[in-house]
């Protein structure tokens, strides 16, 4: 089983920043992927960034990229995401998951989910 918590969240203004953090325990050794997923209120949940966790492999959705970056640190457990030039239509609850094989940009290839953490970007 892993265990994924959420972090760094929090309210900031357009054109701001923030690093999303995400902590994994449990059997670690068995993800494969990580990515980061959001969902705004009455929204679906919209894949963001992922990132292979025995490569520097990355993907991202149009709607961030350039502006987002997904990193790791195997040896710590750790997922980040950097969000730099935020706007108002990036506020959503902020979702870590994990996949034990591929992990594509579809919310059902990921097994592990954190609780989320809200990011709230205003005007």
């Known amino acids: 089983q892993v265990q994924l918590v959420e972090s760094g969240g929090g309210l900031v203004q357009a054109g701001g920043s923030l690093r999303l953090s995400c902590a994994a325990s449990g059997r670690t050794s068995s993800m494969y992927s990580m990515g980061w997923f959001r969902q705004a209120p009455g929204k679906e949940r919209d894949f963001v960034a992922r990132?292979?966790?025995?490569?520097?492999?990355?993907y991202y959705a149009d709607s961030v990229k350039g502006r987002f970056t997904i990193s790791r640190d195997n040896a710590k457990n750790m997922m980040y995401l950097q969000m730099n030039s935020l706007k108002p239509e990036d506020t959503a609850v902020y979702y870590c998951a994990a996949a034990n094989g591929y992990g594509g940009s579809a919310y059902f290839e990921y097994k592990y989910w954190g609780q989320g953490t809200q990011v709230t970007v205003s005007s």
């Open positions: 990132i292979r966790w025995s490569s520097t492999n990355t």
